[in-house]
């Protein structure tokens, strides 16, 4: 039977497994909601900004593993889903956009609410396509959803013109779709991963660091294998936080800019340095030349353009992380050589004396609340077991190193683009795949209100989601720099004109809280944690001058952070 | 150190824009660049000549491979190789003497004289960038009124071949 572009987008979708589509209608995609309008299989949700429904669909993919998808219309739809599509294209958040497009004939005359689509999201997509022809439409779908999620995931955008949409053929889902120009490598190199396994075994001073490749490959099992296997210390990037138990003892925290001292020390000190989907980042590494200068560096990553990029490593492996660590344990557990236990007892001694320093230790006895202390209450509450969204900034990093994620995809944050705005949203598909979970969003006063709309779509949806709002009256992360770096002349860091969180809160549906003494922090996170279906917005007015330690500053070595006033003067 | 690489790539629609894209987004430099379909019209070679150290040329190379739109790719000057770019030049040929002079330059550089006026000619040569220059240098400047390049192409010696 011949359907119209739209009806076969919506059966593609269907066909495709895709349960839930974040959007927001226009001009150019009405035929693509009335044929919507027509079914009950993909449920629409309707955001209140594009650039909520792109982090609510990325939300729902890091929580879940599968693809979130988007629908957003042309010109302004698109323009505003870019910030959300550039977020999971730096974290490899496997998306689907479907964006409208003005009618074909009318594509380059600079019609209404036209852009090229294709054009501006091509640096921040895996691959994007625009559909001329409707016999093409559901291969292309098929294709989207194939690169979105096959080797390093990522976003793809599938521009959609009007006519196209109103426009018939017969329709037939591919099963699968093959493309001559894209085979991911998944298996790695035997050869590599024999010498890999050689250096592993020799070191003397072997250290983890594994990233969120491991999350996106369903390798925490295997990860935490391999850890035990070995008694290696361990530490996790901020975006593969959960890969390995965060309570386990191997575990020494997370690393980079604000991670721990031992996990720090560790990596400028260990003779063996083994990168497990990590992509040695700026803020991880901090200066090239001075990073982990002794050791030998293996690194697995799907990506073969992630290897060698800014650290050169001896021992490239390209294949996904699964499958490279399941064949290492095989060849671990078969190999005559033994890790080298007096070399390790001697090391471990040594990051134990690293961990006395209690980097993260904070004033437990001031009378503001203190950050840390909010989010160290939460963990208590929640038993560890809460999924966490957070925004960008001083808040994301204390909740990085206050809650202990023990399981992967709980924890939800822009690391790469580092956007202020995603922690409402992307709570928003956290709490759509996970229903009966508590769904928390750690946030400021400042990046909150960059997608406070979306308030109002969780009162549609009933999403019970918790905002933690650290309120601290600044950008915190701004505000630290310029103090250390510029003098503390705070330019335009303050916020002077905020609003009434709780009425605001109020005014969208939801209850409101202002909690402003430490002593109030618990009975108010106890008493919000009870609100099974209720949104609840609480303002937690906390000390404005706490800084995040440890800091190693942008360009210096990873043996030179900054200790918190305290620590550095014991 | 100068690369020319070659690019087996799928015949679409903004192939050469996620090229072009990926060498200024990333700070890349292209001295010439040159595309047309092959004999299977779905796929385009593109021949890309670049500079960089060997780090940022394998970062090339990676970052070319990883766009879904390239089917394969060959470093050219890893192996013996022919470059060849072709050069359209009109000059001023003014009086016997400067005729006379313009076409035993061309001959000794195999260059063809493909249009004639009795004040210009244009003349087609072939040949690798050196040669081309060369060719220039020996012009007198002030003869040149326009001078089209069409970038290189190149391709491997003996069997070694790019294809799919």
């Known amino acids: ?570 | 150190m100068r690369h020319i690489i070659s690019i087996l790539m799928e015949n679409e629609a903004g192939a050469l824009s996620r090229v072009a894209g990926l060498f200024s987004a990333r700070g890349y430099n292209i001295e010439s660049l040159t595309v047309a379909p092959t004999e299977d019209p779905s796929l385009s070679r593109m021949t890309l000549v670049t500079r960089g150290t060997e780090a940022v040329i394998e970062q090339i190379t990676k970052q070319l491979n990883k766009l879904i739109d390239v089917v394969k790719l060959l470093d050219l000057t890893e192996g013996p190789h022919i470059e060849r770019e072709m050069m359209l030049i009109k000059i001023k040929a003014l009086g016997n003497e400067q005729r006379e002079e313009i076409k035993r330059l061309a001959d000794i550089f195999r260059g063809h004289i493909i249009d004639v006026t009795d004040s210009s000619y244009v003349i087609e040569l072939t040949g690798t960038g050196e040669k081309i220059d060369g060719f220039i240098q020996a012009l007198d400047s002030k003869t040149i009124l326009e001078v089209v390049r069409s970038g290189v192409s190149g391709i491997a010696r003996g069997e070694k071949s790019l294809k799919v």
């Open chain 1, 1 to 570: 039977m011949e359907l119209t572009g739209a009806e076969i987008l919506v059966r593609c979708l269907k066909d495709e497994g895709v349960k839930y589509v974040f959007g927001y209608p226009g001009g150019a995609v009405l035929h693509i909601y009335d044929a919507l309008y027509k079914q009950d299989d993909v449920q629409h949700i309707l955001v209140r900004h594009e650039q909520g429904a792109a982090h609510a669909a990325d939300g729902y993919a890091r929580s879940t593993g599968k693809p979130g998808v988007v629908l957003v219309t042309s010109g302004p739809g698109a323009t505003n889903a870019v910030t959300g599509i550039a977020t999971a294209y730096m974290d490899s958040i496997p998306l689907v956009i479907i964006t409208g497009q003005v009618a074909t004939p009318a594509i380059g005359s600079d019609a209404f609410q036209e852009v090229d689509s294709v054009g501006i999201t091509r640096p921040c997509v895996k691959h994007n396509f625009l559909v001329k022809d409707v016999k093409d439409l559901a291969t292309t779908i098929k294709k989207a959803f194939y690169i979105a999620t096959t080797g390093r995931p990522g976003p793809v955008v599938v521009d959609v013109p009007k006519d196209v949409t109103a426009h018939k053929t017969d329709y037939a889902y591919p099963k699968s779709v093959a493309l001559r120009s894209y085979k991911p490598v998944v298996e790695g190199h035997p050869g590599q991963i024999k010498k890999a396994v050689e250096i592993i075994l020799a070191a003397k001073r072997p250290m983890i660091y594994s990233g969120g490749g491991v999350i996106l490959g369903e390798a925490s099992e295997s990860l935490t294998e391999f850890t035990r296997l070995l008694g290696y210390p361990i530490t996790n990037t901020l975006m593969g936080l959960g890969a390995y138990p965060a309570t386990d003892k191997q575990f020494i925290g997370m690393l980079g800019m604000h991670g721990t001292y031992e996990a720090n020390m560790a990596m400028h000190d260990c003779d063996a340095l083994i990168a497990i989907g990590a992509r040695f980042d700026d803020r991880v590494v901090g200066k090239v030349e001075l990073f982990s200068p002794g050791s030998k560096k293996i690194h697995i990553d799907i990506d073969p353009a992630s290897i060698s990029k800014s650290v050169r490593v001896d021992v490239p492996i390209v294949g996904s992380v699964g499958n490279v660590l399941k064949e290492m344990i095989k060849l671990i557990k078969t190999a005559k050589k033994r890790p080298d236990t007096a070399a390790l007892k001697s090391w471990w001694k040594q990051i134990d004396e690293w961990r006395t320093k209690d980097c993260l230790r904070y004033d437990h006895k001031s009378k503001l609340i203190k950050p840390q202390y909010v989010l160290e209450t939460l963990y208590k509450l929640t038993k560890g077991d809460a999924f966490i969204t957070s925004d960008v900034g001083q808040h994301q990093m204390w909740a990085a190193q206050f809650y202990k994620f023990d399981k992967p995809r709980r924890w939800i944050n822009s690391g790469g683009l580092g956007t202020m705005g995603f922690g409402l949203p992307s709570a928003m598909g956290v709490q759509l795949a996970h229903p009966k979970s508590t769904v928390c969003c750690v946030t400021g006063e400042a990046s909150i209100i960059m997608c406070i709309q979306e308030l109002s779509t969780c009162k549609q949806y009933g999403l019970p989601i918790k905002i933690i709002n650290l309120n601290n009256r600044y950008m915190g992360m701004v505000r630290q720099w310029q103090e250390f770096f510029y003098k503390g002349r705070y330019s335009h860091s303050y916020m002077d004109a905020l609003p009434d969180f709780v009425k605001l809160a109020e005014s969208f549906g939801h209850v409101g809280m202002k909690i402003e003494k430490p002593a109030d922090v618990e009975p108010a996170l106890k008493e919000a944690l009870k609100l099974k279906d209720r949104l609840v917005f609480m303002d937690f007015i906390t000390d404005q001058t706490e800084n995040v330690y440890p800091m190693i500053e942008a360009g210096k070595a990873h043996n030179q952070m900054h200790l918190s006033p305290e620590r550095e003067l014991a």
